[in-house]
């Protein structure tokens, strides 16, 4: 599968950014759908997770209650939506793909990477 990722700009604090990821390929609902993200000089990250279904979503404890994660399996899209930004989300985010049934919180267990599109969030 290849996956496109959009949505990234420089936004103010407490703003809003929609993130996508469009996948084009094999069949999109046999993956399970992450986004991670990777600041300067920090080590890429979890973001949020989603299964196949889209009924199972998971996120990383400091985006929980701003950053929700939903798919369109018709579509073969994932999307990110970040509210009230804050300039510790700077970072470029990706979305990743993986076969197996559950997320992980581990971006070396994903198959598939798109690249990735860079959120500026100044304060």
């Known amino acids: 599968v290849q996956l496109q990722a959009s949505g990234g700009g420089l936004v103010q604090a407490g703003d809003s950014l929609r993130l996508t990821c469009a996948a084009s390929?094999?069949?999109?609902?046999?993956?399970?759908m992450a986004w991670f993200r990777q600041a300067p000089g920090k080590a890429r990250e979890f973001v949020a997770a989603i299964s196949r279904g889209g009924d199972m979503r998971d996120y990383a404890d400091s985006v929980k209650g701003r950053f929700t994660v939903s798919r369109d399996n018709g579509k073969k899209t994932v999307y990110l939506q970040m509210n009230n930004l804050n300039p510790e989300d700077t970072a470029v985010y990706s979305c990743?793909?993986?076969?197996?049934?559950?997320?992980?919180?581990?971006?070396?267990?994903?198959?598939?990477w798109g690249q990735g599109t860079q959120v500026t969030v100044s304060s």
């Open positions: 390929g094999r069949p999109f609902s046999m993956y399970t």
């Open positions: 990743a793909a993986r076969v197996a049934l559950r997320a992980s919180y581990d971006f070396n267990a994903y198959d598939y």
